[in-house]
């Protein structure tokens, strides 16, 4: 399976305070734009879930978001892991606030969605994305 990942733009950021979990409530206005990464899933002969990109500072293993969000998936469907690569060839800029590893981990979501018959609908695959990282629903949804 191929498919792209859309880095967004963050229009407008505005905190409008502290929680109580240390974390800030935004409001904020965003948008696809046509900066992708793209990634290429495919499964492999029992080596478990890798990823791979072509940036050899990124993580690899579960700690990558493309990686917990496939875990998340199989874990939504009651599944157990199943051996895939995940290859990442990168273009969004990292750290740069453009969602490149969030918009990796909900293109994730919606190929593994896709491959399994869509058994989750665009709303659920986005509130399975926000225990991924706070940007992947809207990356799902776009």
Same mark, same amino acid.
Request: some cysteine; glycine content about 10%; charged content about 20%.
């Given at each position: 399976?191929? +498919? @792209?990942?859309?880095?967004?733009?963050?229009? +407008?950021?505005?905190?409008?305070?502290? @929680?109580?979990? #240390?974390?800030?409530?935004? /409001?904020? %206005?965003?948008?696809? %734009? +046509?900066?992708?990464?793209?990634? +290429?899933?495919?499964?492999?002969?029992?080596?478990?879930?890798?990823?791979?990109?072509?940036?050899?500072?990124?993580?690899?293993?579960?700690?990558?978001?493309?990686?917990? *969000?496939?875990? $998340?998936?199989?874990?939504?469907? #009651?599944?157990?892991?199943?051996?895939?690569?995940?290859?990442?060839?990168? @273009?969004?800029? %990292?750290?740069? #606030?453009?969602?490149?590893?969030?918009?990796?981990?909900?293109? &994730?979501? $919606?190929?593994?969605? $896709?491959?399994?018959?869509?058994?989750?609908?665009?709303?659920?695959?986005?509130?399975?994305? *926000?225990?991924?990282?706070?940007? &992947?629903?809207? /990356? &799902?949804?776009?």
């Amino acid at each position: 399976m191929k +498919t @792209r990942a859309w880095a967004k733009l963050n229009l +407008t950021l505005d905190v409008l305070g502290k @929680r109580e979990d #240390g974390y800030h409530d935004l /409001c904020m %206005v965003m948008q696809s %734009v +046509t900066l992708h990464d793209t990634l +290429t899933l495919t499964p492999n002969e029992g080596q478990g879930l890798r990823v791979k990109t072509n940036l050899r500072f990124l993580p690899t293993g579960d700690k990558n978001l493309a990686a917990a *969000a496939a875990l $998340r998936f199989w874990e939504a469907l #009651g599944r157990e892991p199943e051996h895939l690569d995940i290859e990442i060839q990168k @273009r969004i800029p %990292v750290c740069a #606030g453009m969602a490149g590893g969030s918009s990796d981990a909900a293109a &994730v979501l $919606r190929a593994l969605n $896709r491959h399994y018959g869509d058994p989750l609908s665009v709303l659920a695959l986005a509130e399975l994305g *926000a225990q991924v990282g706070s940007d &992947v629903p809207f /990356c &799902v949804v776009g």
